[in-house]
């Protein structure tokens, strides 16, 4: 999951990088003239980085530079010169970055404010389409009787997409490219369409324009104007729509001219524009788009006063219903307005699409002597790729979604229903708080979204492959409108525990039974019930990462919190009603081997399975989820295996949640092959003895029923820039922290 990590059996360390690059101006005696950031303040997507600065002082002039953040779960920095430094957003929230300049004698100390976006994701809206009872009731004595039968808008089954480009293209020779496009505009925009509401805002004309050396006479000219809020917007632009000839993962070459229109040289003053070559996808025909920029990060330069060349490489995205390719700029204001030239764009697939090589030792196959669920983490259009699937059924046997079946992707953070033609289950008092009823005094609950539960259920029923459904209550990713009255994001926060606890009670519960009403709930092996609550101090400052539980709960963490505790009793209430207490119900968190950690987790669960007037069953929480978000400086394994060992003697079952291990960002585009070689043997060293140190307490009694990688590939790992996973850039990439992984259980084996 994209949250808040911490390395595994090490303290807390600061982070340190020296970091370099040229400077601006060079330091003396005079006081303004000391170090200085070019901003102080800095607003980043998560996933996306910036560059900030060091003023007023040369490269040559400084002798130590050192930069650190005080949340490294949100934001990490990066070596980039003595005189700049690189932060880079890993989650949304808030976080603060220190420099210290040393010049001579004298240290500056400098701090810049960051801010850190949610990136975009894709969403779907549509509520349930059969709702999992009839009406509501105080708690759940009988089952259900209706059966959700949500009909996905799209077949789930992985078959090729309708429009898709003929396979029969694979059969070209290896490396070989295909030109899938060429435009030269002599006969107007082809293919291409403005991306604006109308063509007052945005229209694509014919220009006499011509690059030096062209054959044509004619390019295509995007006009660009005001919008209705008297503003230019820097995604009016040109598109065109790569569905009909796209290759689903296939590489592609973009190669094209343009500048700014002459027209506006004078106006421009000598100044460029920073363009943008961008793709953006649909998953299926009623999700929102998702947007990437090729390559992240990277703005074209224009100029009115010459023509530029441009080729850009791109992977096309390895599942989409519609993909659009598209030019923009990049920031509105004045840049927004300048009217883009295009002329001679040929798109060119370089290379196929990844395929897994299938003879390789199987992970879930090599470990079913010892652990009987390998899993992995992915997204639902991960699973409507052929070539993903059919590496995640040759690996693993079960998968989680990272994010999908979380809160804030199923609980509207806008829209509500009517209680009365809702059809969750509302426990008794619901309607009797003012903070559910809307301003005609109707009772609302939030719009649920749980289209994705059914679609990936068959898929995995499909495919015989399990699924550990993760959408936990935590302290982050929750809407706030959950936590406001009326459900409205913008109104006041409700202070009343006993409110949030009927919300919290009335989502578990629909939510829950919606799961386990699909005809396809066999499938299902665990429930990730609460996620990280000793850590629920960690909190950003905006929606998605704020701890809102704190306004009604209060922010300290007690080991008998209520709103925990009734979250396992209203999930087992479920199990019980549909028959399902095989479902193992998990408390989720990291640094679970940190010996504080270890005993807090102990005391939270241990109060939970208590028996009293709340859980009157017992033993309804299963056991413990390690995250294991690790990195390749293990060191010993010790405080690992003895946290097991803790887990193990409470008769807790022992889950391994999501595994990964990084090496700390040494790799970049400075790394040397030996280098890259060396960092890699490193990780996998890290692998095998993480893997040997769960077998060796399997093996002693511990009860570890599953192992879940977290994630496919590097290339689409949460933590991409720390090569984290068992395959690097796709696939096909094996990583010898595979072999690791796969030599573990075979050398344990052996040893037997």
Request: hydrophobic share 35%; proline share 4%.
């Amino acid at each position: 999951m994209r949250k808040n990590i911490k390395s595994i059996l090490a303290k807390t360390l600061a982070v340190t990088l020296v970091v370099s690059m040229a400077g601006v101006s060079a330091p003396n005696a005079d006081a303004a003239k000391k170090p200085a950031l070019s901003t102080k303040k800095v607003t980043v997507t998560a996933g996306k980085s910036k560059k900030v600065k060091i003023k007023n002082v040369k490269a040559k002039k400084v002798k130590k530079l050192t930069v650190s953040t005080n949340k490294k779960k949100i934001v990490t920095v990066k070596k980039n010169g003595k005189t700049a430094f690189t932060i880079k957003g890993i989650k949304a929230g808030s976080a603060k970055v220190t420099a210290k300049v040393k010049v001579g004698k004298k240290t500056t100390k400098l701090t810049v404010k960051v801010k850190v976006k949610k990136a975009a994701k894709v969403t779907v809206t549509p509520a349930p389409t059969t709702a999992p009872t009839t009406a509501p009731t105080a708690a759940v004595t009988k089952a259900p009787t209706t059966t959700p039968a949500a009909t996905p808008t799209v077949d789930p089954k992985p078959t090729k997409r309708p429009g898709l480009a003929d396979s029969g293209q694979e059969a070209r020779p290896s490396g070989e490219p295909l030109i899938e496009k060429t435009f030269d505009f002599e006969n107007g925009s082809d293919d291409w369409f403005a991306r604006c509401a109308t063509d007052q805002v945005c229209k694509l004309e014919t220009s006499d324009e011509t690059r030096p050396g062209s054959t044509g006479k004619k390019s295509m000219r995007i006009f660009r104007d005001k919008g209705e809020d008297g503003l230019y917007h820097a995604w009016n632009g040109a598109g065109f729509d790569l569905s009909a000839v796209g290759t689903l993962g296939a590489t592609y070459t973009a190669d094209f001219w343009a500048k700014i229109s002459s027209d506006e040289s004078e106006d421009l003053d000598g100044d460029e524009v920073n363009m943008r070559f961008s793709g953006a996808k649909k998953v299926t025909s009623d999700a929102e788009e998702v947007y990437e920029n090729y390559p992240a990060d990277t703005n074209y330069k224009l100029s009115a006063d010459e023509w530029r060349h441009f080729t850009i490489s791109f992977v096309a995205p390895a599942t989409f219903y519609s993909y659009m390719i598209y030019f923009e700029t990049n920031g509105g204001g004045k840049y927004g307005k300048y009217d883009i030239v295009v002329d001679d764009f040929t798109l060119t697939r370089t290379s196929a699409p990844a395929e897994p090589d299938l003879t390789l030792a199987s992970i879930k196959d090599t470990y079913a002597p010892y652990i009987g669920t390998m899993g992995t983490a992915l997204t639902y259009s991960d699973l409507l790729n052929e070539n993903t699937l059919n590496f995640v059924k040759h690996h693993f046997n079960s998968i989680t979604l990272g994010n999908e079946m979380k809160a804030d992707a199923m609980i509207s953070n806008s829209e509500t229903l009517l209680a009365s033609e809702s059809g969750y289950i509302l426990p008794a008092n619901y309607g009797d708080y003012a903070e559910n009823k809307d301003k005609d005094g109707n009772v609302i609950v939030p719009k649920l979204t749980m289209d994705v539960v059914d679609k990936v259920l068959k898929i995995c029923k499909e495919n015989g492959i399990k699924v550990r459904v993760h959408m936990p209550m935590w302290h982050q990713q929750m809407p706030k409108a959950f936590f406001c009255e009326g459900f409205n994001p913008d109104g006041k926060l409700v202070t009343d525990k006993n409110v949030i606890l009927a919300r919290e009670e009335m989502f578990i519960r629909t939510a829950y039974q919606y799961y386990l009403t699909s005809q396809y709930a066999d499938v299902i092996y665990a429930f990730d019930v609460v996620n990280e609550y000793t850590h629920m101090s960690n909190e950003g400052g905006q929606v998605g990462s704020e701890n809102w539980w704190k306004y009604s709960f209060g922010k300290e963490m007690k080991t008998d919190c209520e709103y925990v505790k009734k979250a396992f009793v209203w999930a087992y209430d479920v199990l019980q009603l549909c028959d399902r207490t095989d479902i193992s119900l998990i408390y989720n968190d990291y640094n679970t081997y940190d010996p504080k950690t270890t005993a807090q987790i102990i005391e939270l669960i241990n109060n939970i399975n208590k028996v009293d007037d709340v859980n009157k069953v017992g033993k309804i929480c299963a056991g413990i989820g390690m995250q294991s978000h690790l990195n390749d400086e293990l060191g010993s394994v010790d405080n690992y295996k003895e946290a097991i060992e803790k887990f193990a003697a409470q008769g807790y079952e022992i889950q391994i949640t999501e595994l990964d291990i990084t090496n700390n960002g040494k790799i970049d585009s400075n790394t040397t092959a030996e280098e890259k070689k060396a960092i890699y043997e490193a990780g996998a060293k890290a692998y095998a003895q993480i893997m040997n140190a769960i077998l060796e307490e399997k093996a002693k009694g511990a009860n570890i029923t599953a192992v879940v990688i977290w994630g496919l590939t590097d290339n689409t790992s949460w933590r991409a820039d720390r090569s984290p996973l068992l395959f690097g850039t796709d696939i096909a990439d094996k990583k010898p922290a595979f072999d690791a992984v796969i030599d573990a259980a075979k050398n344990f084996k052996a040893s037997k």
